[in-house]
């Protein structure tokens, strides 16, 4: 099994920054994509970004430019750094990840149990 353990959340008023991280352990042959999800109040889970395990990057058009994804493969953690929030921002945010666990060849989606988000005008 792998666990992932989301951290940062908080409350931060318009224009501040927060930054999240979501670190992966247990059985962990390789870690593909890992993705940032939000979801607000009476809204689906939608994508914020993506990152490969090479370092590429997908942003969602909302948050480009002001959110950045990285990761430290190392240590099997990604981050989301979160500057200019605005209160549309706030909602939970999942982190996920794409793991080929050792002993199966096929990959599996993890989740974390989410982080509040909220910020404030």
């Known amino acids: 099994q792998v666990q992932l353990v989301e951290s940062g959340g908080g409350l931060v008023q318009a224009g501040g920054s927060l930054r999240l991280s979501c670190a992966a352990s247990?059985?962990?042959?390789?870690?593909?994509?890992m993705r940032w999800f939000r979801q607000a109040p009476g809204n689906q889970r939608e994508l914020v970004p993506l990152?490969?395990?090479?370092?590429?990057?997908n942003y969602g058009g909302s948050v480009k430019g002001r959110f950045t994804i990285s990761r430290d493969n190392a240590k099997n953690t990604v981050y989301l750094q979160m500057n200019s929030l605005k209160p549309e921002d706030t909602g939970v945010y999942y982190c996920?990840?794409?793991?080929?666990?050792?002993?199966?060849?096929?990959?599996?989606?993890?989740w974390g149990q989410g982080t509040q988000v909220t910020v404030s005008s």
């Open positions: 996920q990840a794409i793991v080929v666990n050792y002993g199966n060849s096929r990959q599996y989606q993890y």
């Open positions: 247990g059985n962990i042959f390789r870690i593909n994509d």
């Open positions: 990152i490969s395990s090479g370092g590429n990057t």
